[in-house]
């Protein structure tokens, strides 16, 4: 069990909380929940859950009868927010949600418009943003991050959750991100918090180091990983900095496949982006260029929204077609970019070696090769993180793939 309330001074000029007070990751999280409940002032309590399940059975009997306890049941719930809409106000002073990120992250955005208090239970393949104050919703033409309400306690239960491979390969997954936090920060000269660098640098090195004994040793750590990684985007306020071009394409397929597992989307859009970046980075790229029209047209087919939809959603246009500066910089600092990729992909290789995941995760998403191809092609155009996918977007790389 962790007690954490802090704020912080930080040196990037900034002022950073951390608002959630109480996480316990153990066998035995999900009575401690109840005990915490019992003892607590809360007297309106809702439940979300996924299902009718044992636990959500279990915490309506358990609660004290000086509170009064009403339970919605959200099945194969989609992270929307034409969903969030459709939830009324309970008059609940505590929102407790058992179940997927989905769940949660409706789950966090309905306890920020209602201003209750949250506890979660995560179940099943639940990934660092869900333990963060941010919700991924689906706003009717993509997935996006929405500020929300921060988890003010969090249970895991180590019984409930298992190792899950797809949590390992995603925490592998981060050091895209910090390659591409290395190329916004040379190549396009974006500033990010020194104390933010430090924390997310340290959190991937623990986790590089560790050596497990037994699976229930690698899965205590996945979950801290995962909850250290959600606190840090709570405490510095931003999930940017967590995400590499991954996400991007992860963004563009789940439009296609709505009620697609993140995870299972993750692991599959980081193999493409690390083929990408080391063919691009291979030998210095040719010039080419990028058709803003094309993509427009594209884009919009794809996502099934007008033009002038996609045109207010583009990322900047230097991002996409690149200046003289950043070109420039861009030559510069190639074989110092090079030989990082090559030295943090060797760390996500050795990570990865030991993984094996046995489900089809193309089969059974429906992933085929044409839907793949205009994904990878249009994944950078609503990206607003500067990434090496950029690079390769402003070379003229991805309008083949068009």
């Known amino acids: 069990m962790e007690q954490t309330e802090e704020y912080l001074d930080c040196v990037c000029g900034k002022k950073h909380f951390l608002r959630t007070t109480n996480i316990v ?12 409940i019992n003892k607590s002032d809360y007297k309106h309590i809702l439940v979300l859950c996924n299902n009718d399940n044992d636990l959500a059975i279990n915490l309506k009997q358990s609660i004290n009868s000086s509170k009064t306890l009403s339970t919605i049941f959200m099945p194969n719930a989609s992270a929307t927010l034409a969903l969030c809409d459709k939830l009324e106000d309970k008059g609940q002073d505590l929102v407790v949600a058992i179940g997927s990120d989905e769940l949660i992250s409706i789950a966090k955005y309905y306890s920020y418009c209602y201003q209750s208090d949250l506890f979660i239970f995560p179940i099943y393949n639940f990934t660092d943003y869900t333990f963060s104050c941010f919700s991924r919703l689906f706003d009717g033409v993509v997935f996006d991050f929405y500020k929300a309400k921060e ?15 797809f949590q390992s390969h995603y925490i592998a997954s981060k050091y895209i991100a910090k390659i591409d936090n290395e190329i916004a920060s040379l190549v396009f000269k974006t500033e990010h918090c020194p104390r933010l660098i430090d924390n997310f640098n340290s959190i991937l ?66 193999k493409i982006i690390v083929n990408a970046y080391c063919n691009f980075f291979k030998t210095t790229p040719a010039k080419g260029s990028y058709n803003i029209n094309k993509h427009i047209a594209s ?9 002038s939809e996609v045109i207010k959603r583009l990322a900047p246009s230097n991002l996409l077609c690149g200046d003289s500066e950043i070109f420039a910089r861009f030559n510069n600092y190639y074989p110092y970019i090079s030989r ?44 607003y993180k500067p990434t090496g996918l950029h690079l390769i977007c402003m070379y003229g790389y991805l309008d083949k793939l068009l």
């Open 25 to 36: 990751v153990k066998p035995d999280a999900f009575l401690e929940l109840i005990d915490t």
């Open 151 to 165: 988890p003010k306690e969090i249970y895991v239960c180590t019984v409930v959750n298992k190792y899950n491979v």
């Open 205 to 270: 090195d623990e986790y590089k180091n560790f050596k497990k004994a037994s699976m229930s040793d690698q899965n205590i750590k996945n979950i801290w990983t995962l909850i250290r990684l959600g606190q840090s985007m709570s405490f510095f306020e931003q999930t940017k900095y967590f995400f590499g071009g991954e996400k991007a394409l992860v963004d563009l397929l789940n439009t296609k496949r709505i009620n697609s597992d993140f995870l299972e989307l993750s692991s599959f859009a980081s």
């Open 299 to 307: 884009l919009s087919e794809f996502l099934n929204v007008k033009p």
């Open 340 to 383: 990082q990729i090559n030295l943090e992909f060797a760390n996500l290789f050795y990570l990865q070696s030991s993984l094996s995941i046995t489900t089809n995760v193309l089969a059974k998403n429906r992933l085929d090769a044409m839907l793949i191809e205009k994904s990878v092609g249009l994944s950078v155009d609503l990206l």
